[in-house]
């Protein structure tokens, strides 16, 4: 009898577990979201003030290239947290493009700045989280410009 009354509280315990695994998957599309999705972190440093002492440039076209062509993976979701104050313009695009050729889906996540590149890679993304306290921001396009391009856009 005490056999019985012991399986049939193991039995009970099981359910249990199930039911807030189930729950725990209410409660945390997050973790839903994650677990079909790849993620690329492009959170660029700061120095002690908070200014940005790296930004987007051409070998983070190189990096991101290096990174999927290792990559076997079967998502066909991608998760980007971008934190930056911009960059190359040019490497930005090139970055999303590539990540286009193997990923269906990306949504940007911008826990506080994605401003001029950021906010071109932000563009190209299906989706785009953002908090209260993030940013995006114009591109500064003119500090790529050529001095000729900058003469022929001030005569007119």
């Not at 998957?25 to 908070?50: E, H, Q, R, T, W």
């Not at 983070?60 to 947290?81: A, G």
Request: with cysteine.
């Amino acid at each position: 009898m005490a056999q019985k009354g012991k399986a049939k509280k193991q039995a009970t315990n099981r359910k249990k577990m199930k039911s807030k695994d189930k729950g725990e998957n209410k409660l945390s599309p997050l973790k839903s979201f994650l677990g079909k999705s790849d993620v690329l972190l492009m959170l660029y440093p700061k120095d002690i003030n908070g200014f940005f002492s790296k930004s987007i440039q051409p070998e983070d076209e190189i990096t991101v290239y290096e990174l999927l062509k290792e990559k076997n993976t079967e998502k066909k979701n991608l998760l980007i947290f971008l934190d930056t104050s911009g960059g190359n313009v040019y490497s930005a695009v090139k970055i999303m493009d590539t990540l286009r050729t193997r990923y269906r889906e990306i949504t940007i996540a911008v826990p506080q700045e994605a401003k001029s590149s950021g906010t071109m890679m932000c563009c190209g993304a299906d989706r785009i989280i953002m908090s209260p306290i993030s940013e995006l921001g114009p591109l500064l396009i003119s500090q790529w410009l050529t001095p000729m391009m900058k003469q022929r856009i001030y005569q007119h």
